[in-house]
Nanobody, 127 residues
Framework: QVNLVESGGGLVQAGDSLRLTCAVS????????LAWFRQAPGEGREFLAA????????EYRENVKDRFTISRDQAKNMAYLQIDDVKPEDAAVYFC????????????????????WGQGTQVSVSS
């Protein structure tokens, strides 16, 4: 059983930075691909970033790659999403997701590849 718990959301001002955390409860953390998605009110869930289990490969949504950084700490079983220069359009519920890696450099961007999801953390932005 794998559980994902997100934290770090809240109300931030536009222009600030924010780091979201995903705690992964599983001994075989290293065999998992980890990703972040978000869902704004009235919108579908969209892919943001993914990191391979060997940490060498990262994938980003094109329109966030200059401000978002995904990382993982193998020793702490944690994944992170750093958001710099937060914008009003970043307001959404942010989800951490995990998939069994198909290889050490696997980092899928397709939502359907991810079968384990956290409950999400809300990010609100004041301008």
């Amino acid at each position: 059983q794998v559980n994902l718990v997100e934290s770090g959301g809240g109300l931030v001002q536009a222009g600030d930075s924010l780091r979201l955390t995903c705690a992964v409860s599983r001994r075989t953390f290293m065999s998992l691909v980890l990703a972040w998605f978000r869902q704004a009110p009235g919108e579908g869930r969209e892919f943001l970033a993914a990191v391979s289990w060997d940490t060498t490969v990262t994938e980003y949504r094109e329109n966030v790659k200059d401000r978002f950084t995904i990382s993982r700490d193998q020793a702490k079983n944690m994944a992170y999403l750093q958001i710099d220069d937060v914008k009003p359009e970043d307001a959404a519920v942010y989800f951490c997701a995990a998939a069994q890696a198909q290889g050490p450099t696997s980092a899928p961007t397709d939502e359907n590849a991810y079968i384990i999801w956290g409950q999400g953390t809300q990010v609100s932005v004041s301008s």
